[in-house]
């Protein structure tokens, strides 16, 4: 499986910026993707995910009410849009997919098999 990311770039605070993802290979069994970023210094953090299933979304707090993650089309792909953008948002964006019988929690870098590699966003303030 690989995951073509793209979208990302440098915008100003409260500029709006939409990624994308998607998914090529043996994909049938996946569950969902998600969106997880990494900022220098820090650890690799959720922003949102999307299940398949039964469309359900999940967001980190830190973004509720500013970016919306979707399926793209049907496809095995995503769209995360992101808007209001922070200068604390800025940071490589990874997009991941996670297949069936993931037992770890939506939210959790260790429940996504593979993952894109990365787009990064910088935001000036």
């Known amino acids: 499986v690989q995951l073509q990311a793209s979208g990302g770039g440098l915008v100003q605070a409260g500029d709006s910026l939409r990624l994308s993802c998607a998914a090529f290979?043996?994909?049938?069994?996946?569950?969902?993707m998600a969106w997880f970023r990494q900022a220098p210094g820090k650890e690799r953090e959720f922003v949102a995910a999307?299940?398949?299933?039964?469309?359900?979304?999940y967001y980190a707090d830190s973004v509720k009410g500013r970016f919306t993650i979707s399926r793209d089309n049907g496809k095995i792909a995503v769209l995360l849009q992101m808007t209001s953008l922070k200068p604390e948002d800025a940071a490589v964006y990874y997009c991941?997919?996670?297949?069936?019988?993931?037992?770890?929690?939506?939210?959790?870098?260790?429940?996504?098999?593979?993952w894109g590699q990365g787009t990064l966003v910088t935001v000036s303030s």
């Open positions: 999307f299940k398949w299933t039964d469309g359900s979304t």
């Open positions: 991941a997919i996670r297949g069936r019988g993931s037992v770890e929690p939506i939210t959790s870098a260790a429940s996504y098999s593979y």
């Open positions: 290979g043996p994909t049938r069994t996946s569950t969902g």
